[in-house]
């Protein structure tokens, strides 16, 4: 997504030795790889790998496993425009990936290598007045369970805490998409 592209852009600068980039648009990580290998000074070369993956997934956590461990997991992806809630289906989509997905990957994480955890929230999160925002409260919520609790919300289990989390909250940018850093 929008956020993700500009977050690698910038990690890029500094050579990591490896980047790991999910997103479900395929289209998205075409762009960004070829905005990466169109820049000299941008190029990660080997360390950048992208798969279009669910990050909730039982998909998303073969791959935490075969790519792991990391030392930071950057959380960009969300439902996070208000005109998602036209519909029964779309309300349901916004709790499986600002709530439940949420819930999974963290938990995956957390029994696979617990590591730092960064996430992206919204200002509507701040006494929320729709669903959306309630959403991505629930999802704060979630974030700091797995910072103090062991296992995953819905799965349990016996997993360490993550070590630190932090969050933030941005207003909703027009026309971006979210992404998944790992």
Known sequence: GSIGSATIRQLALYSP???VALDLSE???VELVRDLRSSPDLDPGDALRTSVVDFGSDTCASLLEAEGPFDLILHFAAMKHVRSQRDVFSLSRLVET???SVDRFLGN????FPCDVFAISTDKACRPENFMGAT???ME???AWHSDQRGSILAGGHAAPLQRVASTRFANVAFSDG???A
């Open 141 to 143: 919520s979630v974030l």
């Open 98 to 100: 600002n709530v439940l």
């Open 109 to 112: 994480v957390k029994r696979l």
């Open 27 to 29: 289209n998205n990580l």
């Open 179 to 181: 992404s998944l850093l």
């Open 17 to 19: 030795a490896r980047l």
């Open 136 to 138: 991505k409260r629930l």
